[in-house]
């Protein structure tokens, strides 16, 4: 069936270097995308979008690129930090009305 | 900031019990969604709504059922828990289907 998935279940970096999270995703339908960070006991929380019509986006210290020749989604994190331990997900929403399926899940672990 | 909030945060309890999670935002969001997630796993949609009276089966099978009476409010109810109940349950909303998600903290809930 069509998902939403991670290349790499965990992503260890020394702190200051850069961070590279990758997504797959297999419906070429699929036209808006969000990144989410959970940290330990919390819920989810937005970090960045993209919709379909756009190869990048940037925000503080982040980046989202999207791939869709490749169905590929990455999210950069520039001069990584410790409180940026924590773990990763991406969502995928496949069209009006259609709810987000999410992917599994990448840790991020942060190297002192 | 915490504009959708979950209780209790914690909960041990025996088998058979009947549990009720609460769920509140304070954002006026229509739609609710109720999310299972084992630690550091992916999200599995059990429960949604698009509004008050609505209530929609998500894409997990889930012994549980939910109610929305008020649009701020959409409690899941669990008849007569079980060991295989043991998870943590994730609540969010959003403005409408399309739009990010705002998740609460979760309930841990552990059944003996």
């Known amino acids: 069936g069509e998902s939403v998935g991670l290349h790499l279940p965990t992503l260890s970096v020394q702190e200051g270097d850069n961070s590279i999270i990758n997504c797959a995703y297999s419906?070429?339908?699929?036209?808006?995308f969000i990144w989410y960070k959970q940290e330990s006991g919390k819920g989810p929380q937005f970090i960045i979008d993209?919709?379909?019509?756009?190869d990048k986006r940037q925000g503080q210290r982040v980046t989202v690129l999207l791939n869709k020749t490749v169905k590929h989604l990455s999210l950069q994190i520039a001069a990584t930090q410790p409180g940026d331990s924590a773990v990763y997900f991406c969502a995928e929403n496949r069209g009006y009305g259609q709810n987000f399926v999410f992917g599994p899940g990448t840790r991020l672990s942060v190297l002192p | 900031e915490a504009d959708i909030y979950q209780t209790p945060r914690y909960l041990v309890i025996g088998t058979g019990k009947k549990i009720t999670l609460e769920c509140s935002q304070t954002m006026g969001h229509d739609k609710m969604y109720w999310y299972q997630q084992d630690p550091g796993m992916e999200l599995h949609l059990i429960h949604y709504?698009?509004?008050?009276?609505?209530?929609e089966k998500g894409d997990l099978s889930s012994e549980s059922t939910v109610s929305r009476i008020r649009t701020e409010h959409f409690p899941l109810t669990l008849e007569s828990a079980r060991p295989s109940h043991t998870s943590q349950y994730l609540c969010?909303?959003?403005?409408?289907?399309?739009?990010?998600?705002?998740f609460g903290d979760g309930t841990r809930l552990s059944i003996l």
């Open positions: 709504s698009y509004g008050v009276n609505s209530t």
């Open positions: 969010a909303s959003s403005e409408a289907g399309d739009q990010p998600q705002h």
């Open positions: 993209i919709r379909s019509n756009m």
């Open positions: 419906n070429s339908a699929s036209d808006y």
